[in-house]
């Protein structure tokens, strides 16, 4: 019995660990609000920086740039981060704030089914005994000077012995075990950021002149500002596509376009 109750508990434990493996059960997609619609790309889960969740550090990301992709907030029991984490890679969010608050423990008792083979028999029976058999015959014969009689008598005495073995299985039975348990739970809150605006650093040989195009007979469109916001639509090797006041251009990787 003293064996029995730590492999039941360890059932249970193991179960409540792998409920949030999938997104469909992970608690920071039941209690999240989505800010951002936008669809980015998803990123590996170990490139996602957790931090403090505090006032001062959501200011300091928003000011680089950063935007709320979406927040979460449930109580549970704790969730480890890396689901948070999870939820951030799915999101394309690379930047997670996280907390969690105490908020009390809860006690309880499960009763748990503990079925029991039956117990098993084996009956033996032993069958023994004498065997006599007696026999007895007459003969005769004729023939041409006369005739003769004659008799024989035989007799026949042994013994037996037969066992018989049984198997008898009685069925099984199924008994109840209390286990006491308890919970600690928590408000868990996480905050998911996305980087979404960039600017050009100021320097000696600042540029930031961007195009309608990429190739040599493109017209230039305008200059961003140093230290301006901008978003990146898209990058390749020579250029990126960015989005600069509301219109679209071609921005060309240099030494100049020192990107933040």
Same mark, same amino acid.
């Given at each position: 019995?003293?064996?029995?109750?730590?492999?039941?508990i360890?059932?249970l434990?193991?179960?409540?660990?792998?409920?949030?493996?999938n997104?469909?059960?992970?608690p920071?997609y039941?209690?999240?609000?989505t800010?951002?619609?936008?669809q980015?790309?998803?990123?590996?889960?170990k490139?996602?920086?957790?931090?403090?969740?505090t006032?001062?550090?959501?200011? %300091?990301?928003?000011?680089?740039?950063?935007?709320?992709?979406a927040?979460?907030?449930?109580?549970?029991t704790f969730?480890?981060?890396?689901w948070?984490?999870l939820?951030?890679s799915?999101?394309?969010?690379?930047?997670l704030?996280?907390?969690?608050?105490y908020?009390g423990?809860?006690?309880?008792t499960t009763?748990?089914?503990?079925?029991?083979?039956?117990?098993?028999y084996?009956?033996?029976?032993t069958?023994s005994?004498n065997?006599?058999?007696?026999?007895y015959?007459d003969?005769?014969?004729?023939?041409?000077?006369g005739?003769a009689?004659?008799?024989?008598?035989?007799n026949?005495?042994?013994t037996?012995s037969?066992?018989?073995?049984t198997?008898i299985?009685?069925p099984?039975?199924?008994?109840?075990y209390?286990?006491p348990?308890?919970?600690?739970?928590?408000?868990q809150?996480?905050?998911?950021?996305?980087?979404?605006y %960039?600017?050009?650093?100021l320097?000696?040989?600042?540029?930031?002149?961007?195009?309608n195009?990429?190739d040599?007979?493109?017209s230039?469109?305008?200059?961003?500002?140093?230290?301006?916001?901008f978003?990146?639509?898209?990058?390749?090797?020579?250029? %990126?596509?960015?989005?600069y006041?509301?219109?679209?251009?071609?921005l060309?990787?240099?030494e100049?376009?020192?990107?933040?």
């Amino acid at each position: 019995m003293k064996k029995l109750l730590p492999l039941i508990i360890l059932s249970l434990t193991l179960l409540n660990c792998g409920a949030y493996v999938n997104k469909s059960s992970n608690p920071y997609y039941f209690g999240m609000v989505t800010v951002d619609k936008t669809q980015y790309k998803k990123i590996k889960h170990k490139n996602v920086k957790i931090y403090d969740y505090t006032d001062s550090n959501a200011e %300091y990301f928003l000011k680089r740039g950063y935007i709320i992709k979406a927040k979460s907030s449930f109580r549970n029991t704790f969730v480890d981060l890396s689901w948070a984490q999870l939820a951030a890679s799915q999101l394309g969010s690379d930047v997670l704030l996280c907390k969690s608050n105490y908020v009390g423990t809860a006690s309880a008792t499960t009763v748990i089914p503990w079925r029991v083979a039956g117990e098993t028999y084996i009956a033996t029976s032993t069958t023994s005994g004498n065997i006599s058999l007696n026999g007895y015959s007459d003969s005769s014969v004729i023939g041409s000077n006369g005739y003769a009689f004659g008799n024989s008598t035989s007799n026949v005495n042994g013994t037996h012995s037969s066992t018989t073995t049984t198997t008898i299985r009685t069925p099984d039975k199924y008994q109840l075990y209390s286990v006491p348990y308890s919970k600690d739970y928590y408000d868990q809150y996480a905050l998911f950021m996305v980087k979404k605006y %960039y600017w050009l650093s100021l320097n000696a040989y600042y540029d930031g002149s961007y195009y309608n195009g990429i190739d040599k007979n493109s017209s230039k469109i305008g200059t961003i500002k140093a230290n301006h916001f901008f978003e990146i639509l898209d990058e390749t090797k020579k250029y %990126y596509k960015i989005r600069y006041r509301g219109i679209e251009g071609y921005l060309y990787k240099n030494e100049w376009n020192i990107i933040n």
